[in-house]
């Protein structure tokens, strides 16, 4: 099992910076790579970023290249999205991911409303 909690969500001004944490426990020797997905009202979840815990590559959705950055600190088992230049439609519910030998797990979620 592993869990997940996310933090770091709230308002902010179009053209603000936000940064997001999530944090792994229990059996984080098993996870291969960690993400973030956003889903917005009336909309899918959809992948924002990810990141391997091996090699440390990284994949991200295009409505957020250049803006965001994900990256992780493995001596503190937890994953960071930096997200910058928000625009409303950045607006939504953002959950961290983690993929374990193909089991996946989510966290409780942090809301993130871009908004003047």
């Known amino acids: 099992q592993v869990q997940l909690v996310e933090s770091g969500g709230g308002l902010v001004q179009p053209g603000g910076s936000l940064r997001l944490s999530c944090a792994a426990s229990?059996?984080?020797?098993?996870?291969?790579?960690m993400g973030w997905y956003r889903q917005a009202p009336g909309k899918q979840r959809e992948l924002v970023a990810r990141?391997?815990?091996?090699?440390?590559?990284?994949d991200y959705a295009d409505s957020v290249k250049g803006r965001f950055t994900i990256s992780r600190n493995n001596a503190k088992n937890t994953v960071y999205l930096q997200m910058n230049s928000l625009k409303p439609e950045d607006t939504a519910v953002y959950y961290c991911?983690?993929?374990?030998?193909?089991?996946?797990?989510w966290g409780q979620g942090t809301q993130v409303t871009v908004s003047s």
């Open positions: 229990g059996s984080i020797f098993s996870i291969t790579a």
């Open positions: 990141i391997l815990t091996s090699g440390g590559s990284t």
């Open positions: 991911n983690s993929n374990s030998l193909g089991r996946i797990y």
